[in-house]
């Protein structure tokens, strides 16, 4: 079966460096995205994991343990135009399609 | 690069009427590309994937005769909603893997169809 689990919300306030979890439980897995998604509009990928560790991208890390299923999303120096959705998506290894998370609502606040 | 349009942004129809979305890759080939639906507050659903030049495989509980998929060139599949009825106004949006980061995803814009 496919489970993909992450917090609905998470609030954090302007500056600040916030964590977002994903935990997963699918049969395969071929890589781990993280999306960011404003309200009424297509997600934008922000970062991919396909091996043990962490990956670095300016304010936005992510970090990949397969042994746990456990992913997260590192934002630092949080801005008011991070307020957006973050999904994290597993990649299928039998094809090219993903299975995304509920993803998690995060509101920065002043 | 990799930039993915549809059209329309927006549609609102009818009951019982049938409404094509387009999907197109401007500067790069999709040999597959993706349709999800999103509803409001909730994450994105795959529908189905489309192969270009062959039939689109649909996923469990995606009725394919509702949801008709053309996949004619590299750069243009195409989602008809057909007798679209009210529980189908949602946000489409549809995907085509890119020559970047493997696997990863590049998003269209979205459709916000609203069946009245």
């Known amino acids: 079966g496919q489970n993909i689990d992450q917090p609905t919300e998470m609030t954090a306030t302007e500056g600040a460096i916030v964590q977002i979890n994903c935990t997963y439980q699918t049969s395969g897995f071929n890589g781990l995205f993280w999306y960011q998604q404003h309200a009424g509009e297509a997600p934008t990928f922000l970062s991919y994991n396909v091996l043990d560790g962490l990956e670095e991208k300016g304010r936005f890390s992510s970090f990949l343990s397969r042994s746990k299923g456990y992913s997260y999303l590192l934002l630092k120096e949080l801005q008011m135009k991070d307020s957006a959705s973050y999904l994290c998506?597993?990649?299928?290894?039998?094809?090219?399609?993903?299975?995304f998370g509920p993803g998690t609502r995060l509101s920065v606040l002043p | 690069g990799a930039v993915v349009s549809q059209h329309p942004s927006w549609v609102i129809c009818k009951s019982g009427t049938s409404v094509k979305i387009e999907c197109r890759s401007l500067?790069?080939?999709?040999?597959?590309m993706f349709w999800y639906r999103q509803f409001p507050k909730q994450s994105l659903m795959l529908m189905a994937t489309s192969n270009e030049g062959s039939k689109a495989t649909y996923e469990q509980g995606v009725e394919k005769d509702k949801f008709l998929i053309n996949h004619a060139s590299l750069t243009l599949s195409t989602l008809t909603v057909t007798s679209a009825h009210p529980e189908d106004s949602s946000f489409y949006i549809c995907?085509?893997?890119?020559?970047?980061?493997?696997?990863?995803?590049?998003f269209g814009p979205g459709t916000r169809l609203t069946v009245t």
């Open positions: 995907s085509a893997t890119g020559t970047g980061v493997p696997g990863e995803q590049y």
């Open positions: 998506a597993v990649r299928s290894p039998y094809g090219q399609n993903f299975v």
């Open positions: 500067d790069f080939q999709a040999t597959t």
